[in-house]
């Protein structure tokens, strides 16, 4: 993974949609297709108080995670993102967790 | 008329029957105010994700009402005011929940669709079945060739 990103030259072809296969180069790097979770499990709901669910999306630090790591789709983490927000406002989520 | 959404957190040091009667204060107020309360939910003591007026947990409480905007106000003074209540949240859900149902129900068409088409193509189910073991050998193959 960081040595396909590490390669000059794709970087200027292929600014994004990393999610595919890349062909080319001298290896061949086989990503697996990301999925949003959301599509898949048709989970229609994301509410701020369902913190199960809004954990997985949340990084050690209490970071967002990007789409581009989670696969989330862009209506789903829109929804995701206000979602978590609300929850840090009730402190459900930390806004920024200390360890 | 909207329906919203009150969530808020009880210190956790209040006496429990403090605390209901609180929130049994609150349910009456708003219903004299012209609400009308759908859900009330006390989860209990919870831990807070952060430290809030050197707190660490609270009780969290849930109190779910369909009434005017007014009402909000009124209601978002009194928790201010309150010497109990550490912090508030205000959710407008009508619209979520009107979204949600259309999306219920897109679901609950597409699903019954395929319900009507199912039983046509379960009947040849079987010969199909014959047909994935007859075809299975070939399958590996296939890779090789590519």
Not at chain 2, 40 to 65: H, N, S, T
Not at chain 2, 87 to 99: G, H, Q, S, W
Request: hydrophobic share 35%.
């Amino acid at each position: 993974m960081a040595e396909s990103k590490g390669r000059p030259g794709s970087a200027g072809q292929r600014p994004t949609g990393g999610d595919k296969a890349v062909i080319g180069g001298r290896k061949q790097y086989f990503r697996r297709k990301k999925v949003c979770r959301f599509c898949v499990e048709k989970i229609d709901d994301i509410n701020y108080k369902d913190i199960k669910l809004l954990h997985g999306f949340v990084a050690e630090r209490g970071k967002i995670v990007p789409r581009r790591i989670s696969g989330v789709c862009a209506p789903h983490q829109r929804r995701l993102t206000d979602a978590i927000k609300k929850a840090r406002n009730i402190a459900l989520l930390p806004f920024a967790s200390s360890f | 008329m909207r329906i919203y959404e009150e969530l808020f957190i009880i210190k956790p040091d209040t006496p429990e029957e403090e605390a209901d009667q609180y929130v049994e204060q609150l349910q009456t107020q708003l219903t004299t105010a012209g609400a009308t309360i759908d859900k009330v939910e006390k989860w209990g003591k919870r831990r807070l994700a952060y430290r809030i007026d050197k707190y660490r947990e609270g009780f969290y409480v849930l109190l779910q009402f369909t009434g005017d905007a007014n009402l909000v106000k009124e209601l978002e003074r009194r928790l201010r005011v309150a010497d109990m209540v550490l912090k508030f949240i205000t959710v407008r859900i009508d619209e979520t929940l009107k979204r949600l149902e259309k999306r219920k129900k897109v679901r609950d068409k597409r699903s019954a669709k395929r319900a009507s088409t199912a039983p046509p193509a379960g009947a040849p189910a079987q010969p199909s079945l014959e047909k994935q073991m007859t075809e299975t050998p070939a399958m590996p193959g296939l890779p090789k060739e590519a």
